[in-house]
Nanobody
Framework: QVQLVESGGGLVRAGGSLRLSCAASGSIFRINNMGWYRQAPGKQRELVATITSGGSTNYADSVKGRFTISRDNAKNTVYLQMNSLKPEDTAVYYC????????????????WGQGTQVTVSS
C-alpha cells in the first residue's frame, strides 16, 4: 500500500503565506504526477495545481501567480507554497499521487492524503 501524509495547514490572515507538504511512502516504484486539490464546505473538490515527474506544472486560474507547486523526487514529496492568501482559499487541501507500485507494473494507482485544513481570515 501507499500512504500520503500532509502537513503545513493552519490559520493565517489574508495576505499571509503557508507551505504545505505531502510525503508518500510504501510500495512505490515511481511516482508519475503529483498534485494538490481542495474542497471548501458545500463545494466539490477542485484542482489547485499538478506537477509531472519532470517538473512541468499546471495551475487553476484562481491561484496562478500566488501558489507554487514543487516536488522532491528523491523524497517522494510534493510541496505547495501559498502566498497572498485570500479568504476564498479556505478549504481542506488534499494531495494526490499517481504511483507505479512495481518495476514491471503498467498500472497507475491513484492515492489521496487525509487532507489538511487551511483557513484564511479576512
Amino acid at each position: 500500500q501507499v500512504q500520503l501524509v500532509e502537513s503545513g495547514g493552519g490559520l493565517v490572515r489574508a495576505g499571509g503565506s503557508l507551505r504545505l507538504s505531502c510525503a508518500a511512502s510504501g510500495s512505490i516504484f515511481r511516482i508519475n504526477n503529483m498534485g494538490w486539490y481542495r474542497q471548501a464546505p458545500g463545494k466539490q473538490r477542485e484542482l489547485v495545481a499538478t506537477i509531472t515527474s519532470g517538473g512541468s506544472t499546471n495551475y487553476a486560474d484562481s491561484v496562478k501567480g500566488r501558489f507554487t507547486i514543487s516536488r522532491d523526487n528523491a523524497k517522494n514529496t510534493v510541496y505547495l507554497q501559498m502566498n497572498s492568501l485570500k479568504p476564498e482559499d479556505t478549504a481542506v487541501y488534499y494531495c494526490n499521487a499517481e504511483v507505479f507500485r512495481t518495476v514491471t507494473s503498467t498500472i497507475l494507482y491513484s492515492y489521496w492524503g487525509q487532507g489538511t485544513q487551511v483557513t484564511v481570515s479576512s
